[in-house]
């Protein structure tokens, strides 16, 4: 149970220093940890949840796609089914294409958001072969452009159930930044379908701090708790679990 609050505060983490967040549908975890940066922010952060009233100011999603073209955004997730190496994302299905043998729901707006908006974080808990894959077997958007191409964003960390990565558009390349507690270089390397960069020591991810524990509790649960309130009991009980099992945190 105490994976959530791991990954609320590790994206959290992420979202230090920035403007503009935007959330899609149907993603509480990536809701919880916009909303914990906004409170321990210590300048103005703007959190924008798609398909939410009090918690947004897109009335459709012509205007995020409005904020993006215009350079109002500056972070966002993404979790495709496949993910490979150059991080080019795949959100069309398996197999070849037109006659895929696993069809998924689609791009949508992906690959302009991906052109688009700075410091897009992957997001894909399942690290195996079949998700961090050598090449993707569609391309719904490309990790980087050649350099006539007007490109203002994309990838910048990759995180997952077993690690966290950064991306170099410059080397189209990952590296590992590290390793989450109990995970082991040579696991990630049997379970990553692509070649990455890693130091000699790994280090280990770093665990939710207790002001972040604190912040979850009272301030990112009451508020996630109208959208998502199975969610929030499991964030509740992670954080507090968190807090039980590690005192010294």
């Not at 994976?3 to 149907?26: P, Y």
């Not at 791009?107 to 908006?117: D, V």
Request: proline letters at 8%; glycine letters at 8%.
């Amino acid at each position: 149970m105490e994976r959530i609050a791991f990954f609320v505060c590790a994206i959290a983490r992420m979202l230090k220093d920035r403007k503009h967040v935007a959330v899609g549908a149907n993603s509480p975890l990536q809701a919880a940890a916009a909303l914990a940066a906004q409170a321990l922010a210590t300048d103005d952060m703007r959190v924008s949840i798609l398909g939410t009233k009090r918690h947004s100011s897109f009335a459709s999603f012509g205007d995020l796609f409005d904020c993006a073209a215009t350079g109002r955004l500056d972070a966002f997730f993404l979790s495709p089914g496949q993910i490979d190496g150059q991080a080019n994302i795949n959100m069309v299905g398996i197999g070849t294409y037109p006659r895929f043998d696993v069809r998924w729901p689609g791009s949508h707006g992906a690959p302009l958001l991906y052109m688009l908006i700075p410091n897009i974080i992957l997001f894909k808990e399942e690290h195996s072969p079949r998700t961090l894959v050598r090449a993707v077997d569609f391309v719904s958007a490309p990790g980087t452009s050649p350099p006539n191409v007007y490109r203002t964003g994309g990838p910048t960390t990759l995180l997952t159930g077993k690690a966290c990565f950064s991306f170099d558009p410059a080397a189209a390349r990952f590296t590992l930044e590290s390793a989450h507690p109990g995970v082991g270089i040579d696991e990630i390397l049997a379970n990553t379908g692509f070649e990455f960069d890693h130091p000699s020591h790994v280090p280990v991810t770093a665990p939710p701090e207790a002001d972040m524990l604190d912040v979850i509790r009272q301030h990112v649960v009451p508020r996630i708790r109208e959208l998502y309130p199975q969610f929030a009991d499991s964030l509740l009980g992670s954080a507090n679990g968190y807090a039980e099992s590690a005192p010294g945190v």
